[in-house]
């Protein structure tokens, strides 16, 4: 508590809500606060406990002696009495303002209970209900459509050790996940997977629910419409002579899911006999422990739509063409497969001859382990390596010397070289061909550029630039001096720049990439100035044509003599 003034934040405490020092044998080595919340009527005692040191973290506020209504099962409270009152991502302490932020945690805590209390937050533990359910965590790769029973169990090899792992069916899981899956886990089970039009609420007693008795009651109260379900699920797993069931609910807000063993089977002639008994009041469900789980999504679809707005479909189902596997090329082709290039039905090419050498290492999406090897490959490879299962391609040739490029959704083009730049311009504007997405850097890094040319009657990529060959850039200003080093020879010459101009490259071509996809393209031309000092200032915009455009106004036979 050194750099704060503890004297100061304790008697700020006691006049601003006269909260006081209090030692909890419970937690020695926290500073704790007790005092009282006036609530919608009633006087809440509460404990705030200040959790490290420096005041980092929210403190934890502390239900002493919770009414029934503030117990665990009601909203944002929590098994120990905790009052989830925030985020810690949406609110902070205030460096400046210590005291003033604690206080203001007092507050909302006092909010938050007052919403419980005169029911304003009764939706609220259906969005949360998974921090009530307490289950093991497995990961969860099975059809969101929630269609078949037929499932499969195993495990995956992971850094962080073996997990359990639920998919379809023992094929999809290999084909999916190849080495990471550990041989000889898989085990077929049957998967009840039951769809509720009800929230999951939790009770308030007994909870969570520990045997199938326990849990028939709960959801008699909170989602009856899964009972029906859940006897027939079961009924089936009878007649297969499974083990034990495994059993997903969707409800609304939430995917929950538990596993229950089938070993008192034998006792019972038929499989409705048997699902009564465990689906019902009786001495079998009393004993028949359940495991719960918290299913970890791990599917093609939420891995590409998770972290994106409403409104961003991502790439799934959609086919990429990437050429250049370079600076620019490795890092966006990684943030490409992350929003669901390669998953879902689609695939993404990887196309470039260089292999990568010493001079890349230090701005590249690769490393070391792959020195000299070719940059699609290699690309290629880390990108299965992560994301096993992924559609990727490579393609170590000249992209001008590919028969066809008309089949693919999209080509971003990442190459970093005028001439394959407008080689490409001029093939889009010859028709049957792609929109291309261009991204790269001007200068010494001072500027980064993507542009979407997906329209003929818009500027191309050479209207960028005002003379030929080689010309002056319109994002640089007229004196600019691009700076030139080498690393032995002519074949060493090359444009030094950092890896920050390409990560704002790699992001503005992503972003572009998403808003194509949800047609909201325009503007099609975006730039971010890395370096203040340096560029000329160019607005994002829709660009017309250049007049004088050497590329844009003539025929094939014209481009060939203009270079």
């Keep these: 508590m050194n750099r704060f003034d503890l004297p100061r934040i304790t008697t700020g405490l006691a006049q601003a809500r006269d909260f006081r020092p209090y030692y909890d044998a419970k937690a020695p080595k926290a500073l704790a606060y007790r005092g009282n919340l006036s609530v919608s ?241 009786t001495a079998v469900a009393a004993i028949t422990s359940i495991k719960r789980l918290t299913p970890n999504m791990v599917t093609e679809s939420f891995i590409a739509t998770r972290n994106l707005l409403p409104g961003q479909p991502g790439f799934l189902g959609k086919r990429f063409a990437l050429v250049g596997c370079g600076a620019i090329g490795g890092f966006l082709a990684a943030a490409l497969v992350r929003s669901g290039a390669g998953m879902g039905g689609g695939s993404l090419s990887l196309i470039d001859p260089d292999r990568l050498g010493a001079g890349n290492l230090g701005r590249h999406y690769l490393g070391l382990p792959d020195l000299d090897a070719p940059k699609a490959d290699a690309l290629r490879a880390q990108l299965i390596r992560d994301y096993p299962g992924v559609s990727v391609s490579a393609v170590p040739r000249f992209v001008e010397s590919l028969s066809n490029l008309t089949g693919y959704d999209l080509v971003i083009n990442a190459a970093g070289i005028e001439s394959v730049s407008d080689w490409l311009s001029h093939t889009f504007r010859s028709g049957g061909f792609p929109p291309v997405l261009h991204a790269w850097i001007e200068g010494n890094g001072a500027v980064a550029v993507a542009y979407l040319e997906d329209r003929p009657d818009l500027a191309c990529c050479r209207c960028f630039r005002t003379a030929a060959p080689g010309g002056q850039s319109i994002f640089l200003r007229d004196d600019y001096e691009v700076k030139e080093s080498t690393a032995g020879g002519c074949d060493g010459l090359f444009v030094p720049f950092s890896v920050a101009a390409v990560l704002h490259a790699t992001a503005l071509a992503t972003q572009l990439s998403l808003d194509w996809l949800a047609s909201r393209q325009s503007p099609r031309l975006r730039v971010t100035i890395c370096d203040p000092q340096e560029p000329r200032a160019v607005e994002n915009h829709d660009p017309a044509k250049r007049s004088a455009c050497p590329l844009c106004s003539v025929t094939g036979s014209d481009l060939s003599d203009n270079g």
């Design 41 to 281: 009527g009633r006087v809440l005692a509460v404990q705030l406990e200040l959790r490290d040191n420096d005041i980092v973290q929210l403190p934890k506020i502390r239900l002493l002696d919770p009414p029934t209504e503030l117990r665990f099962g009601a909203p944002h409270i929590e098994s120990d009495g905790c009052v989830c009152y925030a985020s810690p991502a949406t609110y902070v302490i205030d460096r400046g303002f210590v005291l003033e932020s604690l206080v203001g945690c007092i507050d909302q805590a006092a909010t938050v209970l007052s919403d419980i209390l005169e029911g304003r937050a009764a939706t609220d533990p259906a969005n949360e209900f998974l921090a009530y359910w307490q289950g093991t965590p497995v990961l969860v790769d099975i059809d969101p459509r929630f269609g078949a029973d037929a499932g499969c169990i195993g495990s995956l090899k992971l850094r962080g050790g073996a997990v359990q792992i639920i998919a379809d069916d023992a094929a999809a899981l290999t084909k999916r996940f190849g080495n990471l899956v550990v041989p000889n886990s898989t085990v077929e089970i049957v998967v009840g997977r039951i769809q509720s039009t009800q929230a999951a609420i939790p009770a308030s007693a007994p909870w969570p629910p520990k045997t199938m008795k326990d849990l028939v009651r709960w959801l008699a109260k909170s989602q009856p419409d899964v009972l029906p379900a859940l006897a027939k699920a079961v009924a089936r797993a009878f007649n297969q002579r499974q083990r034990d069931i495994t059993v997903f609910v969707r409800a609304a807000g939430s995917l929950y899911a538990f596993r229950a063993p089938l070993s008192k089977r034998s006792s019972f002639h038929s499989a409705q006999g048997f699902a009564t008994a465990m689906v019902g009041e």
